[in-house]
C-alpha cells in the first residue's frame, strides 16, 4: 500500500511477485496521483476500485480521474460517489464528470456542496433537474458556511434542521445563527 502510495512502481511490481499486495493500493495510488501505479494494479490484480475515483477527484488528479472514468467497471454508485467527492470543492473535476455522466444520479452532488458555493451554483445552473436538497443547507448549517446558507436561503428558499441549528450553535457559528433566526 505504501510502495503504491508514494509511486514506487518498481517495489510495488516486486511485492506483488512475491505475493504481498494491499486491498487498498489502487486507492493510494489514485488519491496520490499514480496514474501508472494505478494502470498497472488494473492490468494485473483484482485490486478493489470501489472508491479510487473519489479518492483521485478529492485530491484534484484530474488524468487519474478520467482514465479511471474511461476503464473501470465502475457502478453508477461509483460515478456518483466521484462526483459528490468532487462536488467538495472541485469545480473544474465536476463539470467534466457532469459532460461524462451517462448513468447514476449527478445531482446528489448537491447535496455535499456543504462549503463551496462556487461549485453549488454551477451545479444549481447546470443540473436543476434534481433540485437542492435540504442536506445541502443542514450541512452548511452545521459547518458555519454563511455564504452558502445566505444563497441557498436567497435563491432557493432552502431551511434547515433543528438539528443543523443547534450543531451550528454548538459549532459556535455564530453569524449563521443570527442570519437563520433573522430570516
Not at 454508485?77 to 470543492?89: I, L, N, P, R, V
Amino acid at each position: 500500500e505504501g510502495a503504491a502510495a508514494h509511486g514506487h512502481t518498481e517495489l510495488l511490481k516486486w511485492l506483488h511477485t512475491r505475493g504481498l499486495s494491499s486491498p487498498v493500493a489502487l486507492h493510494r495510488a489514485a488519491a496520490n496521483g499514480h496514474l501508472e501505479i494505478v494502470q498497472w494494479l488494473h492490468e494485473h490484480t483484482n485490486a478493489d476500485s470501489s472508491r479510487a475515483m473519489s479518492d483521485a477527484a478529492s485530491n484534484v488528479h484530474f488524468e487519474v480521474v478520467q482514465w479511471l472514468f474511461h476503464n473501470l467497471n465502475n457502478t453508477s454508485t461509483d460515478k456518483s460517489s466521484a462526483m459528490e467527492t468532487a462536488s467538495g470543492g472541485r469545480p473544474e473535476v465536476i463539470k467534466w464528470l457532469h459532460e461524462h455522466q451517462t448513468d447514476g444520479n449527478p445531482g446528489t452532488a448537491l447535496d455535499p456542496a456543504n462549503s463551496h458555493l462556487q461549485v453549488l451554483q454551477w451545479l444549481h445552473n447546470h443540473r436543476r433537474e434534481e433540485g437542492c436538497t435540504p442536506r445541502a443547507m443542514n450541512r452548511a448549517v452545521k459547518n458555519g458556511h454563511l455564504d452558502v446558507v445566505k444563497w441557498l436561503h436567497e435563491n432557493l428558499s432552502a431551511s434547515c434542521s433543528d438539528s443543523a441549528m443547534r450543531k451550528a450553535a454548538a459549532n459556535g457559528h455564530l453569524e449563521v445563527v443570527k442570519c437563520l433566526n433573522e430570516n
